[in-house]
């Protein structure tokens, strides 16, 4: 097995194919590109249906689990990772969601050069293969199919009526800088089968003789030097099969690409990172305070309601002739429920007038569960559930050993600020508000959680710790920036390390307005772009 590569990868999660694809096309360039997990073979990624079976799956989930967090009751929470060829492309939601214009323009205000909308947009372009053609804010040919909803709900319409009834106005979609409005969510998708990072990146050029691909292989720490007196990040170490133990040199770069949660705890246990790590016996290689800290993500608030006078997938599951019609509906047309991914409609909005975007975005279900993995309810139901797009709570991914194998901790500290307080809040009344909007009165909608009884700005701050939950989206771990606590320079390399960058959604300094997977890949092309001018 050849041992020097020009570019390592690790991680072949979303950004990892990405680079893959792009660093591979010089065919001088040796890429080696490793995946903790295994191949994405597995029978339910394809059905767009399938994160049921795949989140908390350890076959394609790392299963991780928070620290009891107070602002959460005292509850630990699943944390699902892909750990598998794609990674979270392989089992997350598959919402194509870019963020708003603010978003990076906040970005580049604190330093970050080259990362305002008007310079990341042509990126989002270049990846993408957009349903409806090529136009300002979309392109066409790229390898990430990007297609509308391929089942229909009565229930999500009226949804759509009653927000429009309180002046969140029907668009066409949230990619094009200004998110305020309700809209059918678009997914990456292709004829009804899941389209991850794999499919669109990484098979159209798995042949190429200069790109190597080891799944099963575990990082276990970077190789570092002096080299004419510079820290420098040589290669890796890896355990590949759970067996055997192999070295890896990287003549040009590693780069980092093991998302908010595997990147820190890679770097940590490589002694770059904090000056505890000290006290795990790791030997400090370059210390960056940063290192694990920042981590913050999108809780989101789900209220329940029964309704009547309508079906929702709760009736359609709970039915055995339900299920069969499903199936066929897939197996002939691929459409039906079970492409859905687990929300199909979405709404922005402000919880004050006064802000310059909106802070709030709801995920609309049209079933209802007692918790994610549970059955569904045996009564028709919808669930509306509200995220504040921009926390102001922060944790940290900190090791607990110098074993890599072992998890690392995860805190997230929810609602630790009273800014986060006040919008869980804000968030619960506006949707109540849009539930009693005329546009839903025929289906007799009925609050079942938090409950009409939980009325004060108390009793709904305690439901919202009762209910919140995680809509998976984690960065900030290792964020950009010009400050003391960044991780890395808006060329995405680390502070202090020659040859090391990191590229995953752990470099955001704060995180975008929505799902993170689009902004991922857009990430993994401005880091390629970087690399192969630099």
């Known amino acids: 097995m050849n041992k020097i590569f020009d570019y390592i990868i690790v991680g072949a999660g979303t950004a990892g194919c990405v680079l893959a694809n792009r660093l591979s096309a010089d065919p001088k360039k040796n890429i080696l590109l490793l995946e903790a997990g295994k191949k994405d073979d597995y029978f339910w990624i394809d059905i767009p249906v399938g994160y049921l079976y795949t989140i908390g799956n350890p076959k394609t989930d790392w299963c991780y689990q928070i620290e009891p967090d107070s602002g959460l009751k005292g509850r630990s929470i699943g944390y699902a990772r892909g750990k598998v060829l794609g990674g979270c492309s392989s089992i997350n939601a598959m919402i194509y969601m870019r ?27 270049k990846s993408e293969d957009y349903q409806h053609g090529a136009d300002e804010f979309h392109g066409v040919g ?4 990007v297609e509308e909803r391929r089942v229909h709900w009565e229930i999500l319409d009226a949804w759509r009526d009653a927000a429009e009834e309180l002046g969140i106005k029907k668009i066409d979609e949230f990619n094009r800088g200004d998110n305020f409005g309700n809209a059918y969510f678009q997914v990456n998708q292709s004829k009804g089968t899941r389209w991850n990072a794999t499919k669109a990146f990484l098979r159209p050029i798995e042949h190429r003789k200069n790109l190597t691909i080891l799944t099963d292989a575990h990082v276990m720490q970077l190789k570092t030097a002096v080299i004419n007196e510079q820290k420098t990040a040589t290669g890796v170490d890896i355990l590949l099969s759970g067996k055997s133990k192999h070295s ?15 990147s820190p705890q890679i770097l940590q246990l490589s002694g770059i990172g904090p000056s505890w790590l000290s006290k795990l016996n790791i030997p400090i290689v370059h210390e960056l305070p940063g290192v694990g800290e920042n981590l913050h993500d999108h809780l989101q608030i789900r209220s329940v309601y029964k309704v009547d006078n309508t079906v929702t997938l709760n009736e359609r599951i709970n039915s055995i002739t339900g299920k069969i019609l499903m199936g066929l509906e897939y197996l002939l047309f691929k459409t039906g429920p079970l492409t859905m991914p687990p ?7 402000k919880s004050d007038p006064s802000l310059d975007s909106p802070n709030l975005e709801w995920h609309v279900q049209p079933l209802s569960l007692d918790k994610f993995g549970e059955p569904l309810h045996s009564f028709n139901a919808i669930t509306p559930a509200v995220c504040n797009l921009q926390p102001t709570s922060r944790g940290n ?11 690392p901790l995860i805190t997230l ?23 009693a909007a005329k546009a839903l009165e025929k289906f007799n909608p009925s609050e079942l959680l938090p409950g009409k009884n939980i009325q004060s700005d108390k009793d709904l701050l305690d439901a919202s710790r009762n209910l919140g939950t995680t809509i998976f989206h984690p960065v900030g771990t290792c964020k950009m920036g010009p400050d003391v606590m960044a991780v890395v320079n808006d060329k995405l390399q680390v502070y202090g390390v020659k040859n090391l960058r990191v590229v995953d959604a752990s470099i955001m300094p704060r995180i ?3 799902n993170t997977n689009a902004p991922t890949t857009m990430i993994a092309e401005k880091a390629a772009e970087l690399i192969i001018n630099s």
Not at 142 to 145: A, D, K, P
Not at 248 to 261: H, P, Q, T
Not at 422 to 435: D, P, S, W
């Open 99 to 125: 963020g708003q214009k603010l978003d990076y323009d906040y970005w580049e205000s604190l330093g970050n050069r080259g990362w305002s909308w008007d310079r990341v947009l042509p990126l989002f372009k």
């Open 142 to 145: 790229g390898e990430l199919r």
């Open 248 to 262: 890896f040199y990287a003549k040009n770069e590693v780069l980092l690409a093991a998302g908010s949660i595997g």
């Open 343 to 349: 929300s199909q409609l979405g709404a922005f909005a």
């Open 397 to 407: 991914v900190r090791i607990k050993s110098s074993n890599f194998k072992d998890d």
């Open 413 to 435: 500290n929810y609602l630790s600020t009273n800014a986060d307080e006040e919008v869980a809040v804000a968030g619960l009344k506006y949707t109540r508000r849009i539930m």
């Open 512 to 514: 975008t307005s929505g």
